[in-house]
């Protein structure tokens, strides 16, 4: 097969050099330094009295207050369905302002049916990718962990990746799953001792390392070309007659 001499002499004819840029370490830096505590939004994907996704929850939630953060739990109780009610409702508009607050978010499901459970699920159907020109979940981190009444499974955090990078959330590499959760916790609720537990220490850590990383940058680093050309007002024009949308 023939290989193009490099450097490469033909061109980019269909590149826009109005909206190509190259990305720079000095776009990179901060442009000011953030004083507040790293923000953490946890969400977790049980309403049962004794819920272990809620208390794997607490300790992720314990462990991030410890390094710095400031946390906050949001209680999926009393979150309609999605689209059996209207966003201006109390507990969706509590959950999306939660959302934008966030510089981070931890997300925990148990595993029901061999997926993630529908209260989970809820709490991320009500979170738009856009709410005008505020998008509650673009560019934050997150970190995605799972309980499970048997063996070891990864089925729920793998759907919490999907929906994390459908959100357009920086998903971190390390996770964690919780088999035979029942072991796991005392009476008291919280994790005992062991490789489980230090693996929930990992990913919190991880977790704050990344966040420490990315915010006061994420609007930089989920900026796109293709969408830099969206915003052209001739592109929306021509965007609008395709759809019937324009002005008559």
């Not at 796991?184 to 062991?194: I, Q, T």
Request: with cysteine; hydrophobic share 40%.
């Amino acid at each position: 097969m023939d290989k193009p001499q490099q450097p490469f002499a033909d061109g980019m004819p269909n590149l826009s050099e109005v909206h190509f840029e190259v990305p720079t370490e000095e776009r990179m830096a901060a442009p000011t330094p953030l004083d507040h505590a790293p923000r953490f939004l946890v969400l977790y994907g049980s309403l049962r009295a004794r819920s272990f996704s809620r208390f794997l929850a607490y300790e992720a939630a314990r462990l991030l207050e410890a390094m710095g953060g400031e946390v906050r739990i949001f209680h999926a109780d009393g979150l309609p369905l999605p689209d059996d009610a209207t966003a201006d409702h109390p507990k969706v508009q509590e959950l999306r302002q939660l959302s934008i607050w966030s510089e981070g978010q931890v997300w925990v499901s148990p595993e029901r049916h061999g997926n993630l459970t529908g209260v989970m699920k809820s709490q991320v159907d009500w979170l738009p990718l856009s709410e005008g020109s505020v998008r509650p979940t673009q560019g934050r981190t997150l970190a995605v962990m799972q309980v499970s009444g048997g063996s070891q499974s990864f089925n729920a955090v793998n759907s919490l990746r999907v929906l994390g990078r459908w959100m357009r959330m920086v998903t971190i590499p390390n996770q964690s799953s919780v088999p035979m959760a029942y072991k796991e916790f005392d009476d008291a609720g919280r994790m005992r001792p062991g490789p489980l537990y230090d693996r929930v220490v990992d990913v919190c850590e991880e977790l704050m390392k990344f966040t420490l990383l990315t915010r006061g940058r994420a609007d930089y680093l989920v900026d796109r070309y293709s969408e830099r050309k969206e915003r052209e007002p001739e592109r929306l024009k021509a965007v609008a007659d395709d759809i019937g949308f324009a002005k008559r």
